[in-house]
């Protein structure tokens, strides 16, 4: 597994090690939407183009997840897989982020309900070399 979740009183508290930032960013996508439904039963029937930009990477995770779940809460949109295009320094500065969700309409008898996600917060957060060579974000989640 990729993405792991770690002890914490009374949040979800997220650590994801991947070989790139961009596979990273797509893995904590998955364990975001692993604490509200079974990503495993939700299909590729829709597709949603994101395009971010932020002042540092943090920011940017922070925005990513942000969106994830606002797409989720406004939309009704289940992510079955994220696909990072692009993730680059800007050229005036921060990073830029070009992104495709896929999914499809959620269903809770059919993709579960577990948990819901209030927000992403910057608590515990931070964005690492791992030890494998990799990238290790870790993050919390409010529930």
């Known amino acids: 597994m990729v993405y792991e979740f770690l002890d914490h009183k009374s949040d979800v508290y997220v650590r994801v090690v991947a070989p790139s930032i961009s596979r990273a960013f797509e893995e904590a996508a998955l364990a975001t939407f692993a604490v509200m439904l079974e990503p495993p039963s939700v ?18 995770l922070y925005m990513w997840v942000d969106r994830l779940l606002y797409h989720f809460d406004a939309d009704g949109f289940a992510l079955a897989r994220a696909e990072v295009r692009s993730l680059r320094r800007a050229p005036a500065g921060g990073f830029r982020l070009s992104a495709r969700l896929h999914g499809e309409d959620y269903d809770p008898e059919s993709h579960g309900q577990k ?28 529930i």
């Not at 183009?49 to 920011?59: I, V």
């Not at 992403?120 to 060579?133: D, Q």
């Open 115 to 142: 948990v819901g996600v209030k927000a992403m917060t910057y608590s515990l957060m931070s964005i690492s070399r791992a030890p494998s060579g990799g990238v290790e974000l870790r993050f919390v989640l409010d």
């Open 43 to 60: 299909r590729c029937k829709k597709t949603i183009d994101l395009k971010l930009e932020a002042t540092d990477l943090e920011q940017l």
